[in-house]
T-cell receptor, first 114, second 114 residues
């Protein structure tokens, strides 16, 4: 298996633009997580999906952020409009089973909002 | 609330030195504890885990013991290598909102020099 695949690896955009990050989880995994990593705040959980249904979105910063999982093999995280403070590395992770203890992370998307 | 506190980095060591990275936690209930490692340019990957008090997790020469009395899970390795240079994250897993939620510490960067 290729692991969790994220795209793009790097994204540079201007303030106010829409940004869409993409994730393909490992086949057969039923849980998907979006995390944001910054120097100041470390690794923050943004949203958790189980069987394509959002279970916990309490970490989504504000209405500018939205996430979807239309099927078991694809998820998106959208920021509209983007702001400089959204600059971070965004990770997608997936896991299988009930315990969600072993997460498999993608390589991340480095987002820079100018 | 539930949280994980790690020693601040960077930790800089010479090859074959002994490594300790401190981790303490605050949790309601009985969490499972983990160490994840992030190599440059990659996502996090599970290094080791322990699910109950006095359990010792081990992998690739790294060890950590779940100490309930001191709420700690310190990571140790007897002889580090240059290839161990990475960021190490301590984490706990607790049942929250009907699912197991992973809460990460801020991460500790380790740099090993020849």
């Amino acid at each position: 298996d290729a692991g969790v695949i994220q795209s793009p690896r790097h994204e540079v955009t201007e303030m106010g633009q829409e940004v869409t990050l993409r994730c393909k989880p490992i086949s057969g995994h039923n849980s998907l997580f979006w995390y944001r990593q910054t120097m100041m705040r470390g690794l923050e959980l943004l949203i958790y999906f189980n069987n394509n249904v959002p279970i916990d979105d309490s970490g989504m910063p504000e209405d500018r952020f939205s996430a979807k999982m239309p099927n078991a093999s694809f998820s998106t995280l959208k920021i509209q409009p983007s702001e400089p403070r959204d600059s971070a590395v965004y990770f997608c992770a997936s896991s299988s089973g009930r315990l969600n203890e072993k997460l498999f992370f993608g390589s991340g998307t480095q987002l820079s909002v100018l | 609330g539930n949280s994980v506190t790690q020693m601040e980095g960077p930790v800089t060591l010479s090859e074959e030195a002994f490594l300790t990275i401190n981790c303490t936690y605050t949790a309601t209930g009985y969490p499972s504890l983990f160490w994840y490692v992030q190599y440059p340019g990659e996502g996090l990957q599970l290094l080791l885990k322990a699910t109950k008090a006095d359990d010792k997790g081990s992998n690739k020469g790294f060890e950590a013991t779940y100490r309930k009395e001191t709420t700690s899970f310190h990571l140790e390795k007897g002889s580090v290598q240059v290839s161990d240079s990475a960021v190490y994250f301590c984490a706990l897993s607790l049942l929250s909102g009907g699912y197991n939620k992973l809460i990460f510490g801020a991460g500790t960067r380790l740099a090993v020099h020849p």
